[in-house]
């Protein structure tokens, strides 16, 4: 079965802190996907990466950055974090290029409420 | 730019009987993908459904077919014999084709809460 597995389920944190939310999948995919979720909104993405080392800024990306060190692994990072990014994040992955038909696999998200 | 719009933030279903959820999108590409993705409650989001621009027949997958009208850039999805398990979030997505190398991305809709009632 693919996997992919976010960190957190539920985070709280304060205004200004540091959040990192860190995503891994098992299946090798080239492609890593960070979105928000929030109602009335629908997915928003916010970065993705097609390789390690390799990012690219998606719809939303004011006041966050990624890292992707390894292929199985991309990392959501909130510099200081502000109550509008409480959120539910998702993160996904897919084949890349040509391969690939659309089809993402999700984690579970975490909830982010930030204070 | 592409966007997609479902106009039903809600809708309610007996058991058993058959439901339609509305997604228009609009796009000037002739090439594109069109998706329907589940999110149960707390669950991982998951595939539903896929239709490729190009084909004319509309895809199907067990209770799930969808109703694909190009022209006016409609893309219904019909559940029939509704079950418990079908109660979700459900998110219309795009997808255009590049042929270029260059990582395509989704653009979801704000999504429909089905409630399948007993």
């Known amino acids: 079965d693919v996997k992919v597995t976010q960190s957190s389920r539920y985070l709280v944190k304060r205004t200004g802190e540091k959040v990192f939310l860190e995503c891994v999948q098992d299946m090798d995919h080239e492609n890593m996907f960070w979105y928000r979720q929030d109602p009335g909104l629908g997915l928003r993405l916010i970065y993705f990466?097609?390789?390690?080392?390799?990012?690219e800024k998606g719809d939303i990306p004011e006041g966050y950055s990624v890292s992707r060190e390894k292929k199985e692994r991309f990392s959501l990072i909130l510099e200081s974090a502000s109550t509008n990014q409480t959120s539910m994040y998702l993160c996904a992955s897919s084949l890349a290029g040509g391969v690939w038909t659309g089809e993402l696999f999700f984690g579970e998200g975490s909830r982010l409420t930030v204070l | 730019a592409q966007t997609v719009t479902q106009s039903q933030p809600e809708m309610s279903v007996q058991e058993a009987e058959t439901v339609t959820l509305s997604c228009t999108y609009d796009t000037s590409e002739n090439n594109y993908y069109l998706f329907w993705y589940k999110q149960p409650p707390s669950r991982q989001m998951i595939l539903v459904i896929r239709?490729?621009?190009?084909?004319?027949q509309n895809a199907t997958e067990n209770r799930f077919s969808v109703n694909f009208q190009k022209a006016a850039k409609s893309f219904s999805l019909k559940i029939s014999d509704s079950q418990l398990g079908d109660t979700a979030m459900y998110f219309c997505?795009?997808?255009?084709?590049?042929?270029?190398?260059?990582?395509?991305?989704?653009?979801f809709g704000t999504g429909t809460l089905l409630a399948v009632q007993p």
């Open positions: 990466s097609y390789d390690v080392k390799m990012k």
């Open positions: 997505a795009f997808m255009t084709l590049n042929y270029g190398g260059a990582t395509n991305k989704l653009i």
């Open positions: 239709q490729e621009a190009y084909k004319q």
